[in-house]
Structure formats: structure tokens, C-alpha cells
């Protein structure tokens, strides 16, 4: 499998607004790297750098996977945990899943799913793509997680 390509970096390694609301950027985000894997099983291992947004494979690694990259449609996707919480990166925006954060996840017509982020009540990322199997649907993953305050919990915990 080829490694994952290079993933946005430079302007938009936040969302400017700390889980507060407030300006700022993300309290105790990661430091360094975190170690994630494809979502639906292709491609290979890469750590992610959560400041700038780059994924670089990695060989396979035994180490704690910190969250899952993929594509929704045209959209590179990664969805991890940090020292700040659950996080998801897309088009070079880092959104706090923490914070004042609603995820819709909906099969519409014609084998077409729609999958929206809306921050303080504003669609932040909206997309539409093929309706896949949930097993293989990053979108549906994000949505059941932060829909059950369990596996929100728990999701990409060591």
C-alpha cells in the first residue's frame, strides 16, 4: 500500500477558539506525534502532527494508536485524541470535539451520505459522498462515538 499522502500543513492547525468558546488555541494539545492507522484498513501506519497537519508513515508499529485517518469525499480526514480531548482535522482546520460540538451523520437518496460538523450552532464542514458500509465510514465512526458518552471516553485512550 502506498503511505498516505502529505497532509495539509502550515495556516489552520487550530480553529482559533479554545472548547470555551473563547480565542486562543487548544489547551494541552499533544506535543508531538500521535501514532495513527487508516480507518477502514488501507493504507499504512503514520504519525500525525497535529500542529501543522502532516501524516508521515510510518513502519507498522505496536504502538498506542491515538485515532484513525480516511476520506469523506474529497476530504482527508483524521480523528484522534490529544492531551486537549477528541479532535478531528479536515481541509486544514483542527475542530475541537469537546467544545460546544454537533456532528449529523445522514443517509440521503441515491446511495449518498451527508456528514456536517456544526460549531456554536455554525456548519464549520459539510460534506457529501457514496454511501459505504458503516464498518468502512469514517463519518459514521465520529458520529456514534461523540453520540454515546461512553466510547467518547474511551475512544483512542491508551
Given at each position: 500500500?502506498?503511505?498516505?499522502?502529505?497532509?495539509?500543513?502550515?495556516?489552520?492547525a487550530?480553529?482559533?477558539?479554545?472548547?470555551?468558546?473563547?480565542?486562543?488555541?487548544?489547551?494541552?494539545?499533544?506535543?508531538?506525534p500521535?501514532?495513527?492507522?487508516p480507518?477502514?484498513?488501507f493504507?499504512?501506519?503514520?504519525?500525525?502532527?497535529?500542529?501543522?497537519?502532516a501524516?508521515q508513515?510510518?513502519?507498522?508499529?505496536d504502538?498506542t494508536?491515538?485515532?484513525?485517518?480516511?476520506?469523506?469525499?474529497?476530504?482527508?480526514?483524521v480523528?484522534?485524541?490529544?492531551?486537549a480531548?477528541?479532535?478531528?482535522?479536515?481541509?486544514?482546520?483542527?475542530?475541537d470535539?469537546?467544545g460546544?460540538?454537533?456532528?449529523?451523520?445522514v443517509?440521503?437518496e441515491?446511495?449518498?451520505t451527508?456528514?456536517?460538523?456544526?460549531?456554536n450552532?455554525?456548519?464549520?464542514?459539510e460534506?457529501?459522498?457514496?454511501?459505504l458500509?458503516?464498518?468502512?465510514?469514517?463519518g459514521?465512526?465520529?458520529?456514534?462515538?461523540?453520540?454515546d458518552?461512553?466510547?467518547?471516553?474511551?475512544?483512542?485512550?491508551?
Amino acid at each position: 500500500m502506498p503511505p498516505p499522502p502529505p497532509f495539509g500543513g502550515g495556516a489552520g492547525a487550530s480553529n482559533g477558539r479554545r472548547a470555551n468558546g473563547h480565542p486562543g488555541s487548544r489547551q494541552a494539545a499533544a506535543r508531538g506525534p500521535i501514532l495513527v492507522q487508516p480507518f477502514a484498513g488501507f493504507g499504512v501506519a503514520a504519525e500525525f502532527d497535529p500542529a501543522s497537519g502532516a501524516l508521515q508513515a510510518v513502519p507498522a508499529s505496536d504502538g498506542t494508536r491515538g485515532g484513525v485517518y480516511g476520506d469523506l469525499g474529497e476530504s482527508r480526514v483524521v480523528f484522534y485524541r490529544d492531551g486537549a480531548g477528541l479532535a478531528l482535522r479536515v481541509d486544514g482546520r483542527t475542530i475541537d470535539l469537546g467544545g460546544p460540538v454537533r456532528v449529523e451523520w445522514v443517509l440521503l437518496e441515491r446511495r449518498t451520505t451527508r456528514f456536517t460538523v456544526i460549531e456554536n450552532g455554525v456548519v464549520v464542514f459539510e460534506v457529501r459522498y457514496r454511501t459505504l458500509p458503516p464498518e468502512m465510514d469514517l463519518g459514521a465512526l465520529v458520529h456514534s462515538v461523540l453520540a454515546d458518552p461512553q466510547r467518547r471516553d474511551q475512544t483512542f485512550r491508551a
